[in-house]
T-cell receptor, first 114, second 115 residues
Framework: DGGITQSPKYLFRKEGQNVTLSCEQNLNHDAMYWYRQDPGQGLRLIYYSQIVNDFQKGDIAEGYSVSREKKESFPLTVTSAQKNPTAFYLC?????????????FGPGTRLTVL | AQTVTQSQPEMSVQEAETVTLSCTYDTSENNYYLFWYKQPPSRQMILVIRQEAYKQQNATENRFSVNFQKAAKSFSLKISDSQLGDTAMYFCAQRAETSGSRLTFGEGTQLTVNP
C-alpha cells in the first residue's frame, strides 16, 4: 500500500538535545512538507522540498533543519535552538509543485520536551 | 501573502442534520485552489473536498459540498445528513498557483456531531 509513514509516533526529548523525526513516502511524490500543529492553531509550515536535494524555509523554520537526499525521505531535526518544541508534527507529500493535487499526510509524531 | 480565516472555533450539530462551516481567505492571486481537510480524533488528515478558483461550479463530494463566493473570498463547507463519524477538526486551506505547492491553513473548526 502506498502512503506516508512517520516515526516514532511519540517522542520525548530532554532540553538541550537535538532530535530527528522520520518521514518516508512510497508514493513517488516530488514534493514533501513538514508542518507543526499546536492546540487551537492551524498547521504551520516549517520546511518544504519540491525536488530532491533542494528545500526551502517555511513560515517557522527557526530551530529546525531538514535534508532531502532521497526522493522518498525528508527527515526533520528539531534542534536545541527551538525554544518551544513540544507539538504535533505532520509530514505531507504531493505529486509535484504544480496543479491542485492534494497533499497526503502521515499519521504524525507527538514530540514532548521533558 | 495568503491568509485563511475560520471564525468558528467550535460547532455542534445533531445527527442527520445539516451544518455549514465558514472560511474566508485573502489573496492577490487570480488563480488558486481551495481545500477542506478533516482531522478526526486519530489526527490523520484527510482531504474532504477541493475547488479550483477559475471554476464557477461549486464542488460536491457525496454529503459534502462547498459554497464558493469568489468576489467575497468565501469558501464554506456544507455537510448534509451529518454522521457521528463526521466529528473532527476541519481545516480550510488555500494554495496559490504562484506559491508553488505551499498550502496556507486556517485555524480550524472543531465539529461535534451529537446522537
Amino acid at each position: 500500500d502506498g502512503g506516508i509513514t512517520q516515526s516514532p509516533k511519540y517522542l520525548f526529548r530532554k532540553e538541550g538535545q537535538n532530535v530527528t523525526l522520520s518521514c518516508e513516502q512510497n508514493l513517488n511524490h516530488d514534493a514533501m512538507y513538514w508542518y507543526r500543529q499546536d492546540p487551537g492553531q492551524g498547521l504551520r509550515l516549517i520546511y518544504y522540498s519540491q525536488i530532491v536535494n533542494d528545500f526551502q524555509k517555511g513560515d517557522i523554520a527557526e530551530g529546525y533543519s531538514v535534508s532531502r537526499e532521497k526522493k522518498e525521505s525528508f527527515p526533520l531535526t528539531v534542534t536545541s535552538a527551538q525554544k518551544n518544541p513540544t507539538a504535533f508534527y505532520l509530514c505531507a507529500s504531493t505529486q509535484d509543485r504544480y496543479s491542485y493535487n492534494e497533499q497526503f499526510f502521515g499519521p504524525g509524531t507527538r514530540l514532548t520536551v521533558l | 501573502a495568503q491568509t485563511v480565516t475560520q471564525s468558528q472555533p467550535e460547532m455542534s450539530v445533531q445527527e442527520a442534520e445539516t451544518v455549514t462551516l465558514s472560511c474566508t481567505y485573502d489573496t492577490s492571486e487570480n488563480n488558486y485552489y481551495l481545500f477542506w481537510y478533516k482531522q478526526p480524533p486519530s489526527r490523520q488528515m484527510i482531504l474532504v473536498i477541493r475547488q479550483e478558483a477559475y471554476k464557477q461550479q461549486n464542488a460536491t463530494e457525496n454529503r459534502f459540498s462547498v459554497n464558493f463566493q469568489k468576489a467575497a473570498k468565501s469558501f464554506s463547507l456544507k455537510i448534509s445528513d451529518s454522521q457521528l463519524g463526521d466529528t473532527a477538526m476541519y481545516f480550510c486551506a488555500q494554495r496559490a498557483e504562484t506559491s508553488g505547492s505551499r498550502l496556507t491553513f486556517g485555524e480550524g473548526t472543531q465539529l461535534t456531531v451529537n446522537p
